[in-house]
Nanobody
């Protein structure tokens, strides 16, 4: 089992920045690909970004490419999502995710583990 706890959400104006963090516990963090998904009100959950176990490979949704950066610190069992140039359409609950497969597989089929989510609200 892997337990994931997100933090860092909040209210920010359009054009601003936020950094989300996800602390992992349980099985060895460095064995897992990690990612972020989001769910906006009235919409389905969607993939945002993922990073390989080593941090050498990342993948992003087209909607956030160039604005968001995913990173991880295996020594701290933590994954981050730096969000810049935020837009009102980025408003959503952001979920941390962990997968024993690849980043592409996580994107296509979803992860094995979810956090409970943190709310990001971007005002116009």
């Amino acid at each position: 089992q892997v337990q994931l706890v997100e933090s860092g959400g909040g209210l920010v104006q359009a054009g601003g920045s936020l950094r989300l963090s996800c602390a992992a516990s349980g099985r060895t963090f460095s064995y897992y690909a990690m990612g972020w998904f989001r769910q906006a009100p009235g919409k389905e959950r969607e993939f945002v970004a993922a990073i390989s176990w080593s941090g050498s490979s990342t993948v992003y949704a087209d909607s956030v490419k160039g604005r968001f950066t995913i990173s991880r610190d295996n020594a701290k069992n933590t994954v981050y999502l730096q969000m810049n140039s935020l837009k009102p359409e980025d408003t959503a609950v952001y979920y941390c995710a962990a997968s024993s497969t690849t980043t592409q597989a996580m994107r296509a089929r979803g992860p094995g583990y979810w956090g409970k989510g943190t709310l990001v609200t971007v005002s116009s």
